[in-house]
């Protein structure tokens, strides 16, 4: 392992990357802690106060690093990019133009990527006002403890403060873009998931501390020996592959022969990684940002925010359960319903001279692939939706309220670190060295 370590650094270009990825994650960390100007220092340590329990706060602060609840110039985090990217992949389905782009290689992908820019200017625009007014005039009561007066962010009103603050905050949005794109080009591994695992990531320490707080002793032993379980039990679906074999024909050209090797297709039983737990949890935070619109602390209005913070992002609540595992379920056969494609698959093979032993090319070399996919996916997707809610069973059974989302935290933190560990293999293998994963 030392060795390895030192392996690391013993490549430039490598060394270069690594240490660039850690720069702008440093970047990042350091503007969570930068506040907006012109907000009143009261009424953010009533939110925070607020995030450490949990509801709507509490889920938009942990993907936003901590950002939310200081009302820093990250406090909207990468969700909106995130969010963006899913509404570009299901047009993509829709719109013939966005599947043709597709189809385009780089060229196109450039596009369908500045058009994902666009659209995430647009959500963050809106859910920056969004959060601005309901914040901004202390509507937020029912956010906060239900006895507790709510102050407004904005003491001297909405405007003018309000034109520099949501411009602030989606500044920042974009701000986010860039250093995800430049981890992305110069650094080591996918840059969105990389500030997405650093906002996870820096959230965990406190939520365990959180659990010895409330004198939990015999469940903080739990939840940390559950916690390893998740992590051993993560690594080894990940790295769980079904491989269908292919052999290609024997072809002569002039006085050579070509082909005939027998090779296979990786597919993997968790092929979409954490990928459903990021979608299923951006789309939760769609309810909580129409609640932070019409929220209000009485009547209809006041109703909508009760159910948003009572059903809907309250992790102990057996409804908010059910509804994120089914989601992510859902969202792990859509997602690989995009990422292979089996009429495209059999298409290439047999343009390739391949075939599959016991299947007809075509239609029937579909049908097989699809079969497949389908019966591999289930298995892979009910894995990641309990590893995602069983630290939500125990922790209700144990009657803890500070430490939310501790599945969707470990699911993502070791996806993404496997993602970038295989990265980091790559170009140590590429340059004859060992890596790190046998």
């Known amino acids: 392992m030392l060795a390895n370590l030192k392996n690391l650094f013993k490549v430039a270009d490598l060394r270069n990357k690594i240490l660039f990825t850690i720069a702008m994650v440093v970047v990042y960390r350091f503007g969570i802690a930068i ?10 340590d009533q939110i925070q106060d607020q995030a450490e329990q949990q509801g ?8 936003s690093g901590g950002g939310f609840e200081s009302f820093s110039i990250f406090a909207l985090g990468i969700m909106p990019y995130i969010t963006s990217s899913i509404i570009m992949q299901i047009l993509g389905v829709v719109i013939p133009r966005l599947e043709q782009l597709q189809q385009e290689g780089a060229v196109g992908q450039r596009k369908i990527t500045q058009y994902t820019r666009y659209v995430t200017i647009a ?27 709510s102050v407004p962010i904005l003491p001297d009103g909405l405007f003018p403060r309000a034109y520099l603050i949501i411009p602030t905050l989606v500044a920042g949005t974009a701000v ?11 650094g080591i591994g996918n840059g969105m998931s ?8 820096s959230g965990m320490p406190y939520g365990f501390y959180s659990i010895i707080l409330q004198n939990k002793w015999i469940w903080f032993v739990l939840v940390v020996l559950l916690t390893l379980g998740i992590i051993v039990a993560v690594v080894y679906v990940e790295l769980g592959q079904r ?24 597919l993997k039983v968790n092929q979409s990684g954490v ?9 939760l935070l769609i309810p909580v940002i129409i609640s932070n619109i019409v929220g209000s602390d009485s009547g209809w209005r006041g109703s909508i925010v009760d159910f948003v913070n009572d059903y809907i992002v309250d992790p102990q609540n057996l409804v908010y359960i059910t509804i994120f595992a089914l989601m ?12 292979f494609d089996p009429v495209r698959q059999a298409d290439q093979i047999r343009r390739q001279g391949g075939f599959i032993p016991g299947v007809r090319p075509g239609p029937q070399t579909e049908r097989y692939l699809a079969r497949v996919v389908n019966r591999i996916t289930l298995p892979g997707a009910v894995f990641i939706a309990i590893i995602a809610i069983l630290p939500y069973l125990l922790l209700w059974a144990a009657d803890v309220s500070t430490f939310g989302f501790a599945g969707t935290s470990i699911l993502i933190s070791v996806g993404v670190a496997l993602e970038l560990m295989r990265q980091i293999d790559s170009q140590l293998t590429l340059r004859n060295y060992e890596g790190f994963l046998k």
Do not use: C, H
């Open 275 to 283: 990928i459903p737990v990021i979608f299923a949890s951006s789309i």
């Open 194 to 201: 990389m500030v997405i695992f650093a906002s996870v990531v």
């Open 328 to 339: 992510i379920i859902a969202f792990a056969y859509f997602y690989n319903s995009i990422a």
């Open 56 to 63: 709507a706060i509490g889920f938009l602060n942990l993907f």
């Open 123 to 149: 959500l963050a625009t809106l859910q920056a006002t969004g959060l601005v007014f309901v914040f901004g005039n202390g509507r937020a009561s029912s956010y906060l403890s239900q006895n507790a007066p």
């Open 243 to 266: 491989r269908i074999p292919v052999q290609f024909a024997k072809r002569v050209v002039g006085r050579r022969m070509y082909g005939g090797q027998n090779t296979y297709i990786p």
């Open 176 to 186: 986010l873009m860039w250093l995800g794109e430049l981890i992305s080009q110069r």
């Open 35 to 44: 506040r907006v100007p012109g907000v009143d220092p009261l009424a953010i």
